[in-house]
């Protein structure tokens, strides 16, 4: 993948961010903020390769796999989190009836 | 282009997709819950993208396999276990401890990649590949130190570990922070000139900044930091997809940072705070300390439990006002018993839900339906505020600064044009509060010296148990 093209991914992916985000309700900016932390975890990704490029290399195995580590403390924590914090807007109506 | 080539294509641009709809679905109340779970599918997805890239192509060796199981086991399982135990009110600071550790895994991986390269790229050097290779690992590094160190002083901030130094409010600070900047700045040229070991200064430096950054701001501005850092935390790891050459990465990355940014906007506007008084202003207490809003109360009216229950149960339309007070003392529960026999009792009963009430916004609501509140009883300001003239009780339960007529009367004020909750135009005013401690912002109440304000003072929870004894003996809600 050329350098210019993953700037093209950059630029098109910030440009989908801010478009994705206009109106939020006060009620969701605590969810959105830990829904979207937990996608920020994506950095897992990285230390996967990391990892499988190691060939061997010890202390980079080591390294990657702190990485991982806290990179999936993030996202299970964060997704676990923000759907406790969803679950108790979405219980109301459904016990209502 | 091979087979895993196009699978990995494939599945990629479908995790794509799916993040993207979870990011615009969590901004929607009736869609949230889907779009989280969405979101949370993609993600794996994409892991077994990538996985099933490399099975297909280089293979990945039994110690790799090793490592990733270790690694994955433990993350996930802290990961759950936090998310599970944290009680609701201290949601604020556990989102900035995971996205602390989300900066602090793209710091890591940038750091690896430096220290030992990856072997395979090493076949035709090429000076100005290096040099992007070099760029993105200086950024990964420096924006995920800073995440890292920042998003802890702000959990360790929330959580009451850490007060605000005073040094912090001198304007030594802007010098220290901009000799910190300056430092990583020369230890990235550094890099660049291929002294690989100033990558050492390089973390060290910007982990400092992170630090002399997050310091000196004051806990009500917290919330704004914490979005900020959540953005930059994409940013990090957007740069970390350039490192390992990861388009999937780089989109995330940068979706992440660029909803962040908004979202940060949305929340100043929603504190009527600007971003750079946030970062560079110091806590807003520091300001108002010569400021006329300072100064002593002359008229305070201090009430009993029973006086309230008395003038509760004469009443027809009652507004509660719960602020992060009632979040510390858990009485979200026991005011739904109260307000339960109100209703039981024909009271209209209305809660009325500031922007930023909690700790950071939407953080009450939260804890009100956890306690079992319709969610059609929740009012926002904008909705509340002209049914005040109309209504006979107020109760504010630990809310102090939201509910201050400085915010619309006095110019001078550090408050001065922050959205408030009108509260003084109701018949009565009571507010349940542990003394007279000033709120965040360290300002002065004027709503406490006003005539139909009442003060009770105590904890909530003990308040609102007394209350509901009360309002037993006088029989209401006993149908």
């Keep these: 993948m050329s350098f210019i093209s993953l700037l093209w991914v950059l630029l098109l992916g910030s440009l989908l961010g801010l478009e994705l985000i206009g109106k939020?309700?006060?009620?969701?900016?605590?969810?959105?903020?830990?829904?979207?932390?937990?996608?920020s975890g994506i950095t897992m990704l990285a230390a996967l390769?990391?990892?499988?490029?190691?060939?061997?290399n010890v202390p980079l195995l080591i390294i990657g796999s702190v990485s991982l580590g806290f990179a999936l403390f993030n996202v299970v924590g964060g997704f676990f989190v923000t759907d406790r914090m969803l679950a108790m807007f979405s219980r109301k109506p459904s016990n209502k009836k | 282009m091979n087979l895993p080539v196009i699978i990995k294509f494939v599945i990629d641009l479908l995790a794509v997709l799916l993040l993207a709809l979870g990011i615009k679905g969590l901004s929607k109340v009736k869609s949230a819950r889907d779009a989280n779970r969405l979101a949370a599918f993609a993600m794996s997805l994409s892991v077994v993208g990538l996985l099933s890239y490399y099975l297909g192509t280089s293979g990945i060796a039994i110690q790799s396999w090793i490592w990733i199981i270790i690694g994955s086991i433990i993350g996930s399982l802290f990961g759950a276990i936090l998310a599970k135990k944290v009680p609701m009110t201290s949601m604020p600071e556990t989102v900035a401890l995971f996205n602390g550790c989300g900066g602090m895994s793209s710091l890591l991986v940038a750091l690896g990649v430096a220290i030992f390269p990856i072997s395979g790229g090493q076949e035709n050097f090429d000076f100005f590949k290096s040099l992007i290779n070099e760029v993105s690992i200086s950024v990964s590094i420096f924006v995920g130190a800073i995440t890292f160190t920042g998003s802890i002083v702000a959990m360790a901030k929330l959580q009451g570990w850490l007060s605000t130094p005073g040094w912090t409010q001198s304007k030594v600070r802007h010098f220290v922070n901009i000799v910190f900047a300056v430092a990583s700045l020369i230890a990235f040229f550094d890099l660049i000139n291929g002294n690989t070991s100033s990558i050492w200064l390089l973390v060290i430096v910007s982990s400092l900044l992170g630090i002399g950054v997050t310091l000196p701001i004051g806990g009500a501005d917290m919330p704004v930091v914490i979005s900020l850092l959540n953005?930059?935390?994409?940013?990090?790891?957007?740069?970390?997809?350039?490192?390992?050459?990861?388009?999937?990465?780089?989109?995330?990355?940068a979706m992440v940072g660029a909803a962040g940014l908004i979202l940060t906007q949305v929340m100043c506007k929603g504190m009527n705070r600007s971003l750079v008084s946030v970062l560079f202003g110091g806590s807003l207490s520091s300001q108002s300390t010569a400021s006329s809003g300072s100064g002593e109360y002359t008229n305070i009216t201090s009430c009993s439990v029973e006086e309230c229950a008395l003038t509760l149960e004469a009443a027809n339309k009652v507004i509660i006002v719960p602020g992060y007070g009632l979040a510390v003392?858990?009485?979200?529960?026991?005011?739904?018993?109260?307000?339960?026999?109100?209703?039981?009792?024909?009271?209209?009963?209305?809660?009325?839900?500031?922007?930023?009430?909690?700790?950071?916004p939407g953080h009450m609501n939260v804890l009100l339906a956890e306690a079992d509140v319709p969610y059609e009883q929740l009012k926002e300001m904008d909705v509340v505020n002209p049914d005040f003239p109309a209504t006979d009780v107020v109760l504010v339960l630990g809310a102090n600064d939201v509910v201050n007529p400085q915010a619309k009367n006095d110019s001078s004020s550090p408050l001065y044009g922050m959205p408030?909750?009108?509260?003084?135009?109701?018949?009565?005013?009571f507010v349940i509060k542990r003394g007279m401690s000033a709120g965040y912002s360290g300002i002065k109440n004027d709503l406490f010296d006003l005539p139909n304000t009442s003060m009770v003072f105590g904890d909530a929870k003990k308040v609102l148990n007394d209350l509901i004894g009360e309002l037993k003996d006088l029989g209401v809600g006993e149908k």
């Excluded at chain 2, 953005?231 to 990355?253: N, P």
């Excluded at chain 2, 858990?330 to 024909?346: F, I, M, S």
């Excluded at chain 2, 408030?420 to 009565?428: G, I, N, S």
Aim: charged content about 15%.
């Design chain 2, 231 to 253: 953005s930059y935390s994409g940013i990090a790891a957007a740069a970390a997809g350039f490192v390992v050459d990861s388009q999937l990465l780089i989109v995330a990355g």
């Design chain 1, 49 to 56: 390769t990391l990892i499988v490029k190691a060939e061997g």
């Design chain 2, 329 to 360: 003392a858990q009485a979200q529960h026991t005011l739904r018993e109260v307000t339960k026999k109100l209703e039981q009792n024909g009271i209209e009963v209305v809660y009325a839900i500031h922007p930023v009430a909690g700790r950071m």
């Design chain 1, 24 to 39: 939020v309700p006060p009620t969701l900016h605590t969810p959105l903020m830990s829904g979207a932390n937990a996608i």
């Design chain 2, 420 to 429: 408030v909750l009108d509260v003084q135009e109701a018949r009565t005013v």
